[in-house]
């Protein structure tokens, strides 16, 4: 079992910067490929960004693309989601998921808002 938990969302103006974490306890973190996903209103919940959890591949929406880097520290079991240049198209809650096998665990989400 996993839990995650992700923070560092807020409000910011367009063009700025900001830079998620989720935080894993339980075991076997490393072995997780870990992924981020957001949802805005209205919306479906939409893919944004992955790694792999050997060689830490990392896999992109093209609307994202250019603009977030996932990465992650195995040691403080944590992956992050900079995302600069950020648009008010960008606004949503942020979630983080991880899955090992057939299993996957999500985060409470946290809320991203840019202002125009």
């Known amino acids: 079992q996993v839990q995650l938990v992700e923070s560092g969302g807020g409000l910011v103006q367009a063009g700025g910067s900001l830079r998620l974490s989720c935080t894993a306890s339980?075991?076997?973190?490393?072995?997780?490929?870990m992924g981020w996903f957001r949802q805005a209103p209205g919306k479906e919940r939409e893919f944004v960004a992955r790694?792999?959890?050997?060689?830490?591949?990392?896999t992109y929406a093209d609307s994202v693309k250019g603009r977030f880097t996932i990465s992650r520290d195995i040691a403080k079991r944590t992956v992050y989601l900079q995302m600069n240049s950020l648009k008010p198209e960008d606004t949503a809650v942020y979630y983080c998921?991880?899955?090992?096998?057939?299993?996957?665990?999500w985060g409470q989400g946290t809320q991203v808002t840019v202002s125009s």
């Open positions: 790694i792999t959890w050997n060689y830490g591949i990392t």
């Open positions: 998921k991880g899955t090992y096998g057939p299993s996957s665990y």
């Open positions: 339980g075991s076997a973190f490393s072995s997780y490929n």
